[in-house]
């Protein structure tokens, strides 16, 4: 199940799943052809394929190494470089949560001046460190080296968030439902799920009553079905009336 959803200043919000047979790097290119604009991800290496889109890294994702590679160290031991990481990483959250109420503008001059130093502090350091290469703390270090480029691109617009956790949230409704559905496991279960997926999540970021907003599409589907061959479009979330908020 691929997941695509809108940044937090969308004036229209976008959930949507999209079922397909694999995750390889073809699925993200065709569905985001001709597509313009920020794609922030995981460090997937199938979301490279995607032209034209300016690719964001998720800094919640280098934290969640860091936190690995401190928990691997077990008990009792110290990992003084792992928990150097986490530090970088939670100092750069907080910078973030002090500025969330700030315009665009206003956030990205903020980064300039107080969170592109802690940026270029955690790569340099990580740079001087070392660690068997198949370790969960090598592992984190090369994922900072490789990644470099995405995870520093936030600085460029104050739109951008420090982590894609807005997908990661999107997705766990699914992961944790589609446990309670009987047909779930099979190929049209799954593209029944992405389709009620997508106008549920897509209907709840509107600031929409679910129940309320669906209970209206099936009232109407069927009219608008017989008359308009574009009855679908008047369906979507943006255009609900009133009442489904």
């Known amino acids: 199940m691929w997941l695509y959803r809108t940044g937090s200043d969308a004036e229209?919000?976008?959930?949507?799943?999209?079922y397909r047979k694999g995750r390889g790097q073809e699925y993200p290119k065709a569905f985001l052809k001709g597509f313009r604009g920020y794609l922030q991800t995981d460090g997937y290496a199938g979301y490279n394929s995607v032209d034209g889109a300016a690719h964001v890294g998720c800094w919640a994702h280098v934290r969640r190494k860091f936190n690995d590679a401190?928990?691997?160290?077990?008990?009792?031991?110290?990992?003084?470089?792992?928990?150097q990481g986490v530090a970088y990483c939670t100092q750069l959250f907080?910078?973030?949560?002090?500025?969330?109420?700030?315009?665009?503008?206003?956030?990205?001059?903020?980064?300039?001046?107080?969170a592109k130093p802690v940026l270029d502090?955690?790569?340099?350091?990580?740079?001087?460190?070392?660690?068997?290469?198949?370790?969960?703390?090598?592992?984190?270090?090369?994922?900072?080296?490789?990644?470099?480029?995405?995870?520093?691109?936030?600085?460029?617009?104050?739109?951008?968030?420090?982590?894609?956790?807005?997908?990661?949230?999107?997705i766990k409704p699914f992961v944790i439902s589609r446990k309670n559905f009987l047909f779930a496991n099979t190929a049209n279960g799954a593209q029944s799920c992405a389709i009620l997926f997508s106008l549920i999540e897509t209907a709840k970021e509107s600031k929409l009553d679910p129940c309320r907003y669906l209970?209206?599409?099936l009232k109407e589907a069927p009219?608008?079905?017989?008359?308009?061959?574009?009855?679908?479009?008047?369906?979507?979330?943006?255009?609900?009336?009133?009442?489904?908020r």
């Open 215 to 217: 209970t209206w599409v």
């Open 12 to 18: 229209r919000p976008i959930v949507l799943y999209e």
């Open 94 to 114: 907080k910078l973030e949560e002090q500025w969330k109420d700030l315009t665009p503008e206003e956030r990205q001059k903020k980064r300039s001046e107080q």
């Open 121 to 170: 502090a955690i790569l340099a350091w990580s740079k001087t460190r070392t660690a068997a290469p198949k370790s969960k703390l090598g592992i984190v270090l090369n994922y900072l080296k490789n990644q470099c480029p995405t995870l520093t691109a936030y600085l460029q617009d104050g739109r951008i968030e420090l982590s894609n956790n807005r997908a990661e949230r999107g």
């Open 70 to 83: 401190l928990e691997a160290a077990g008990q009792g031991k110290k990992s003084p470089t792992a928990a």
């Open 223 to 244: 009219k608008r079905s017989r008359s308009d061959p574009d009855w679908a479009k008047t369906l979507t979330p943006q255009n609900a009336p009133p009442d489904c």
